[in-house]
Each structure stands twice: as structure tokens, then as C-alpha cells.
């Protein structure tokens, strides 16, 4: 696991305690999985369209 510093602006820091808050999740758990999902989005746009068919069924039912 790495340590990160991150100077974000003070709405964004409120939102993720109040998303933190209302999941139960860490705000590390939280930045991780926005990470995940942005990734997994900007891999579907240059895939083949079947492909993402399939990945995004997957990540539905994941949800």
C-alpha cells in the first residue's frame, strides 16, 4: 500500500466525508473505487462494443 497526499478543495473534501459517512466506507475505500470505476469506464469507450456489452453486464451485477 502506498501513502498519498492530496490537496483538494474544501467542497470536495466535505462531499467525501458525507459519501464516507453514509457508506460506511473509508475515504481511502471510497477514492479507490472511483478510481476502479473511472478506469473500467475509459477502458469500455476504446473497446469493442461486444466486449463492453459483456464488461458492463459484469459490473452491473457486481453492484
Given at each position: 500500500?502506498?501513502?498519498?497526499t492530496l490537496l ?56
Amino acid at each position: 500500500m502506498e501513502k498519498l497526499t492530496l490537496l483538494l478543495p474544501e467542497s470536495t473534501v466535505r462531499m467525501l466525508h458525507l459519501l464516507a459517512r453514509e457508506t460506511g466506507q473509508s475515504i481511502g475505500a471510497m477514492v479507490q473505487e472511483m478510481a476502479l470505476d473511472r478506469y473500467m469506464h475509459r477502458l469500455m469507450e476504446s473497446a469493442d462494443p461486444v466486449k463492453t456489452d459483456e464488461v458492463e453486464t459484469v459490473l452491473q451485477q457486481q453492484a
